[in-house]
């Protein structure tokens, strides 16, 4: 097993997951690593390591010490790990990995490769170099450190500077708003760094948090350094707080004027039950998508917009407009008859019900993916949003020329929608279906990859065992990549993969990357990357994703923010957002299981009992609310019920699949910290849904100080 060498923040070492402690992790052998692997690729001098390390000592006592710390780290680390080189020392890192060696040459790559090499070393660096390191004795060591220390610090935020004017000039603000705030972290007190931090939040949609910070930036140079606010960091506080008039007219007409909620497309076929009703939802999914590639659109997605499935049901215009926040809406009608197809397409502004743009298409069933770049052509054009030359050529790519293979894939995504275990099984039946009549359907291989996952991850999910869906995940989205390499939607169920199962971080980031290069329009995607970034206690960033996600499918992601608030730690404010989410419709069990514990963090005891009580009554095939309501009786005095739901949830552990993240909830509220970890090791072990967050939840709060829990979260690439 390899041998991983921390140098940067704490030092440690490692054989796996295993620390090395005694003789290997002496400080004068940790010095000697640090400078041994800052020389590469040129040997460290012995002299120079004996002046540095023992400067007090004879060159014969000296040396003595140094052939012994050299004797024992090659022991630790392996023979070869430290060669003779001369009158040298080697570092050779194809023996022992170190994150000293991979960020400096990170750092060397990026003078030459720009933003990519910078991005890897923001990823490596993980704080200064031997974080509150020092040898007493030797004043030399000291310097040597603190002048490396200086030389990675300004390399880490230079690769900050570059890898955030590379998203905002690409429009990718949530990302943006991530690496300002580590250059804000690093440098709390710089009035440059908190100006660009609050531009981007303006930018990302936050603008009350670009408020709040300029608030934060004039405390801490008040408490830390007794000085006035900064001018330019208050001027602009000031612009945003009063930014109304004309330019902020004109601002508000821009994103009204881009911004559309297509709705489901009416069948007007009489017989319902000749799957029209499916292809006609369909169409109006892929203009969706389709739109959704355009990144000067805001396009709701098709779980908000199929809320307002039932056309005599529907609310007025304006209604829907509010309830969506978009200003245009498109509607459609699908008539069928053969191979033939009618379809007529609408779109009326919100406000006053002008007609937009309307058209109506007489075509043969093969001209379908002609008419849905048309239509989402036309409405790009209608509402004046800039169609950049890669986005127009994502539009033209059909994603199949087989269209009974689109037909299934449609019925594969009508049954996914459902997100009930029986809606997903289907869904891969469908998929298949759509494979073996074009098996270079990219994203019907990227459909069956994400059903398998969602059957591991969804609420109750059960009824597969996690190895076989895992299994049939990576091997769809792999296909999918090797047809498509630019897909979207396969970049985004790879990056949900790397980090719900490989706890790949850094991998699954890079994926979401991708993804949302070609499909920035995308609610579940955001979602995604929100939850990643909060698995890593990324908690402003979650909530920049989860915020975009809301605004894009803002009946369905709306309780993202919450949940991450309560994360947080920042229960008032996450209560106040609670109840104006619990007062729209609709309302998920999710969402009255997370209300109840806003309530609950907030002193509302009973009223959170009974929320989390109705999420159990309306779910009641979900264990994961089941547990959670067993947790809050235990932690809230009522450990008689809690202990009636841990029977429950043994009963059905005997008739199906429940997670041992289920029962840790109810272990954990109980007190019975040994097997709660019991199950939460468990859950590790069969990558159960939702154990990638355990390192920030609020829900297992008490488990934090436990070294078996520490230890499960280095397992988890977390600590």
Known sequence: MPIIVQLLGGASLRSGDVPLSGPPAQRHRIALLALVVSAWPQPLARDRAMALLWPERDQPAARRLLNLAVHVLRAALGDRAIVTSGDGLLFDPSVARCDLHEILRAIAAATADGADAAERVVALHNGPLLDGFHLPESAEFGYWLDERRAFIAHEYMAALRTVAERDAAAGRWHECVGMYRKLVAADPHSGKYAVALMRALDAAGDRAGAIRHAAEHAQRRRMDLELDPDPDVAGLAVHLQHATGDAGKRAGDRERSASVAVLPFVNLNADAEDGHDVFAEGIAEDVIAQLSKVRALKVIARSSAMYFREQDQRPGRREIGAMLGVSSL?????????????????????????????????????????????????????????????????????????????????????????????????????????????????????GIAMAYLQLVIAEGAGGLRNDVAYAHARASVTSALLLDKDSGEAHAVLGLLKFVHDYDWEGAEQEFRLALATSPGTADLHNFYGLLCSSLCRSDEALVLFRRAQELDPLVHKWDPVTELLRAGRNAEALAQSREAIGTPPVSPRGRSTHGWALLLNGYTEEGFASLEESVRTEGASTLYLGQLGEAYALYGRPADAHNVLARLKEASRQRYVSPYHFAYVYTGLGDHEQALDMLERAYAERAGGTFGIKGSFLFTPLRSEPRFQALLRRMRLA
């Open 330 to 446: 498109l509607e459609g009608t699908v008539r069928r008859a053969g191979d033939q197809v009618r379809i007529v397409a609408r779109l009326v502004d919100a406000h006053d019900e002008r007609q937009l743009w309307a058209e109506t298409y007489d075509r043969h069933l093969t001209d379908i993916f002609a008419i849905q770049l048309d239509v989402a052509l036309q409405i790009a054009t209608a509402l004046r949003a800039e169609l950049l030359p890669a986005e127009r050529a994502r539009l033209q790519r059909a994603p199949t020329g087989d269209v009974r293979a689109y037909e299934s894939y449609m019925q594969g995504r009508s049954a996914f929608m459902r997100y009930t275990e029986g809606g997903l099984l289907e869904s891969i039946e469908h998929f298949r279906r759509a494979i073996d009549q074009d098996p270079a359907y990219a994203l019907a291989h990227a």
